[in-house]
C-alpha cells in the first residue's frame, strides 16, 4: 500500500497523472471490476482445453494487429 501511494504521489509531482485522468481512472474501476466477474464467470464454465484454444486464438490475433499496426 505504501509503495503504491508513493507511485501515485510521484505520478502527481511528475505530472504524468492530472486530475482528469484521475477521474477517468475512477470511473473506469466498476467497469474493470463488471469485467473481472464475468471473465470469472466465463471462464468457470468454460473446460480448460477450450479456455486454452481461445486465450491462443486472442494472444494470436493481437499478434497479427500489432504486425499490422508496424507495417
Request: proline fraction near 1%; aromatic fraction near 12%; charged fraction near 10%.
Amino acid at each position: 500500500m505504501v509503495d503504491g501511494s508513493l507511485r501515485i504521489l510521484g505520478f502527481i509531482l511528475s505530472q504524468a497523472l492530472h486530475l482528469q485522468l484521475f477521474i477517468l481512472i475512477l470511473f473506469s474501476i466498476p467497469l474493470v471490476w463488471l469485467g473481472m466477474y464475468a471473465g470469472g464467470k466465463i471462464h468457470h464454465k468454460m473446460s480448460q482445453r477450450h479456455f486454452g484454444k481461445m486465450v491462443s486464438v486472442i494472444l494470436f490475433g493481437s499478434g497479427v494487429a500489432l504486425l499490422c499496426k508496424h507495417f
